[in-house]
């Protein structure tokens, strides 16, 4: 009962610290704390051989150390590394896609707030994909009536989105 009570004691000490420096070594908190988990018990189930020669916190240290670089080492960390960059690329494609659509949604509606003028040329061109003279053909108008009211329709969108990067409607 004793050892148990003497570990406890260790572990509220240095358990903190180590984590940390698990931590530096492996950038992943809960890898962290594994690590310093194992070492604990690594510890424990080898207490007759620990000599008290030097500092104990320098060799609970020098354990957490080398079992971190093992686990760098490891086939599981690799293996890891691996599936959090793909995750991380999936999550940043969902959120890009998500700002996406909340930002076509702004542009969407601050295009039909346009008199019908400059929002008919506007849809025409950037949500029908339609070149300039064929909206001029559409609408029957001339080219340069249609390129001006796409201009005055950017014109009227421009302080509507400040807050949003509109650069898709700014080329002709």
Known sequence: MQRI???????????????????????DLQSAEDIVQDVFIKFYDNWQSYEERGE????????????????????????????????????????DALIQQDEHAIIENAIL????????????FYFEEMPVADI???????????????????ELLKPKLKHIEWEVLMHE
């Open 5 to 27: 009570d003497e570990l406890e004691e260790i572990m509220e000490q240095h358990t903190e610290r180590l984590i940390r420096l698990a931590y530096y070594y492996v950038k």
């Open 56 to 95: 104990l916190k320098a060799y609970l240290s020098r354990l957490v150390i080398n079992r971190s670089k093992d686990y760098l080492r490891s086939w599981t960390y690799r293996k890891i590394r691996v599936q959090n960059k793909i995750f991380a690329k999936q999550n940043i494609m969902k959120k």
């Open 113 to 124: 707030a346009l008199p019908l003028i400059q929002r008919e040329a506007l849809i025409y």
């Open 136 to 154: 001029a053909d559409l609408i029957d108008v001339p080219v340069s009536t249609v390129k001006t009211r796409l201009r005055r329709g950017r």
